[in-house]
């Protein structure tokens, strides 16, 4: 087959799977919480499904392999990171699903408004990291503009492709929600499992005479790569690695998605278990990385990163093969954006239009967030158009962004009872001050350290200093009492059934 022959089938068939998981998914969608969390039902087949699509997108299939390959053994921050992150999700995101249980809690922003009593408060973090998302959803269409460019040999221009990508992502979130997303998941990360196991085997055997063969090469040819700082990136130290496991590690569950998925468990022990079985995802992501490090003996130096892991497939398989590869390709791309994309268009709808205009009804407000959906990837794919760039890089910049409001939601939101609206808002625009000016400045990493930590150290500073030097809102003593009184009345392993209680007004 030829290669635009190869592209157009698995363009076909990757839509049908989009729009076959979105249609089965299109239950229950009739209002907002049906739409975003499922009514909080979400079983944990599903959940786990869910959980892993949103971790390992394009950035895992392409991104990771590719910054390997680009930067050598810093990559191997990102498999730390996750499980730094997987620790903590065991102990807040129960905690957030009961909250949201007991609140009626459909975003992050809700949470933030209701804790710090503070409805502006709810409007600033809602507009601001519905944008900080759009660079998370600019990722996911980067890792679609290498495939169509690899995959079908300058046929269809990264233009086209994008614009393409625009469309199917679009209607897939629109048609299906939550759940139709969730379904996606399990075809999407089902394939993504074979093409890389069968990308892990079939490297050492092409390019190699074997596994032995290809480790030794990589001890003889490029030592430099598995090194800190490696031969790549001498920048990117063991000080740099430690600093960004810990900004990723933490900023990881401050992604507004995360409160929605949270949200849709049936249980918070179903999300306590999701986050001791969700390390098995890891083994996905040392085989990419090792795909990276074989490519630079097998491709040689100077090709883009994001092209390298669809230059291997291209290289290897044939074109039946080829197509289903691309498919899971192109889902890892496509089917992660769909909780971003529905996040960050509740974010506007919920926690800007219907704080600023509370007159207008529910039903306009979920027909409003479905329709934000097209502006929201077409923001995103201007982006992509105006300024493409390494995908990891691209990931980097967002998390330094999105850890600040770790202090915030975290330390205070679920901790600190002593936390104030001040507080969290003078910690966070100091954050993001330090960290625009040390990213705008190239001076990141500083001393070796990730940007984005030392920001994180002068948010908390704020954060403290300010929260004591100002009067706490009423809600935070509330929340902190509501967990205990949650813990005590639910057994262990007992799912909580008291009837959601809608989120009270708040006030500045």
């Known amino acids: 087959m030829t290669?635009?022959?190869?592209?157009?089938?698995?363009?076909?068939?990757?839509?049908?799977?989009?729009?076959?998981?979105?249609?089965?998914?299109?239950?229950?969608?009739?209002?907002?919480?049906?739409?975003?969390?499922?009514?909080?039902?979400?079983?944990?087949v599903l959940l786990w499904f869910l959980l892993g699509s949103e971790i390992y997108t394009a950035?895992?299939?392409?991104?990771?392999?590719g910054y390997s390959y680009s930067k050598g053994a810093a990559g191997f921050y990102n498999v730390a990171q996750n499980d730094v992150a997987y620790a903590i999700a065991f102990l807040v995101l129960p905690c957030i699903w009961m909250l949201g249980k007991?609140?009626?809690?459909?975003?992050?922003?809700?949470?933030?408004?209701?804790?710090?009593?503070?409805?502006?408060?709810?409007?600033?973090?809602?507009?601001?990291?519905?944008?900080?998302?759009?660079?998370?959803?600019?990722?996911?269409?980067?890792?679609?503009?290498?495939?169509?460019?690899?995959?079908?040999?300058?046929?269809?221009?990264?233009?086209?492709g994008n614009v393409i990508a625009f469309v199917v992502l679009a209607c897939a979130v629109f048609i299906g929600g939550i759940r139709g997303?969730?379904?996606?998941?399990?075809?999407?990360?089902?394939?993504?499992?074979?093409?890389?196991?069968?990308?892990?085997?079939?490297?050492?055997?092409?390019?190699?005479?074997?596994?032995?063969?290809?480790?030794?090469?990589?001890?003889?040819?490029?030592?430099?790569?598995?090194?800190?700082?490696s031969a790549k990136a001498p920048e990117l130290g063991p000080v740099w690695l430690i600093s960004t496991v810990l900004v990723t590690g933490v900023g990881q569950w401050m992604w507004p998605q995360w409160f929605g998925t949270a949200f849709t468990a049936s249980s918070p022990t179903a999300l306590k278990r999701q986050a001791v079985l969700m390390p098995?995802?890891?083994?996905?992501?040392?085989?990419?990385?090792?795909?990276?490090?074989?490519?630079?003996?097998?491709?040689?130096?100077?090709?883009?990163?994001?092209d390298v892991v669809m230059r291997m497939m291209r290289d290897i398989f044939p074109g039946w093969a080829l197509v289903l590869m691309a498919i899971a390709a192109m889902l890892s791309a496509i089917v992660p954006a769909g909780p971003i994309v529905m996040t960050s268009a509740s974010l506007l709808s919920r926690n800007v239009v219907h704080a600023l205009k509370p007159e207008l009804s529910?039903?306009?407000?979920?027909?409003?967030?479905?329709?934000?959906?097209?502006?929201?990837?077409?923001?995103?794919?201007?982006l992509t158009l105006v300024a493409p760039a390494l995908i990891?890089?691209?990931?980097?910049?967002?998390?330094?962004?999105?850890?600040?409001?770790?202090?915030?939601?975290?330390?205070?939101?679920?901790?600190?009872?002593?936390?104030?609206?001040?507080?969290?808002?003078?910690?966070?625009?100091?954050?993001?001050?330090?960290?625009?000016?040390?990213?705008?400045s190239g001076h990141d990493p500083l001393f070796?350290?990730?940007a984005g930590l030392i920001a994180l150290v002068a948010n908390l500073i704020v954060f403290v200093v300010v929260s004591l030097c100002t009067t706490p809102s009423p809600a935070g003593q509330s929340v902190g009492t509501t967990l205990r009184e949650i813990a005590a009345e639910s057994g262990p392993g007992e799912r909580e059934t008291r009837a959601v209680t809608p989120v009270p007004a708040v006030e500045d």
């Open 102 to 160: 007991r609140f009626g809690y459909v975003t992050q922003a809700d949470f933030v408004a209701h804790r710090y009593g503070s409805k502006a408060l709810g409007v600033f973090v809602a507009l601001s990291t519905a944008l900080i998302m759009i660079a998370y959803i600019d990722l996911n269409i980067e890792g679609l503009s290498a495939i169509f460019r690899i995959l079908g040999g300058g046929a269809i221009s990264p233009v086209l």
């Open 448 to 450: 070796g350290v990730n």
């Open 59 to 65: 950035f895992t299939f392409q991104g990771l392999a």
């Open 362 to 382: 529910d039903r306009r407000i979920f027909w409003l967030t479905r329709m934000l959906v097209f502006p929201l990837v077409g923001a995103a794919l201007v």
């Open 280 to 306: 098995f995802y890891q083994i996905v992501k040392v085989a990419v990385l090792t795909v990276g490090f074989a490519a630079i003996i097998a491709l040689g130096t100077g090709l883009v990163g994001n």
């Open 181 to 229: 997303n969730a379904i996606q998941s399990v075809i999407k990360d089902l394939l993504m499992f074979a093409a890389v196991g069968a990308l892990f085997i079939a490297v050492p055997m092409t390019f190699f005479d074997g596994f032995g063969d290809m480790y030794s090469s990589f001890v003889e040819k490029i030592p430099g790569y598995f090194q800190l700082p």
């Open 392 to 440: 990891v890089s691209v990931l980097l910049v967002a998390y330094a962004f999105i850890t600040q409001l770790f202090p915030g939601i975290v330390v205070g939101g679920i901790f600190w009872k002593r936390a104030t609206k001040e507080g969290m808002l003078s910690g966070l625009l100091v954050g993001w001050a330090v960290t625009a000016v040390l990213l705008l």
């Open 3 to 44: 290669p635009l022959v190869i592209l157009v089938f698995a363009i076909v068939l990757t839509f049908g799977v989009l729009v076959a998981g979105a249609w089965a998914g299109r239950t229950k969608n009739q209002n907002l919480e049906g739409w975003l969390v499922h009514h909080r039902g979400m079983g944990s």
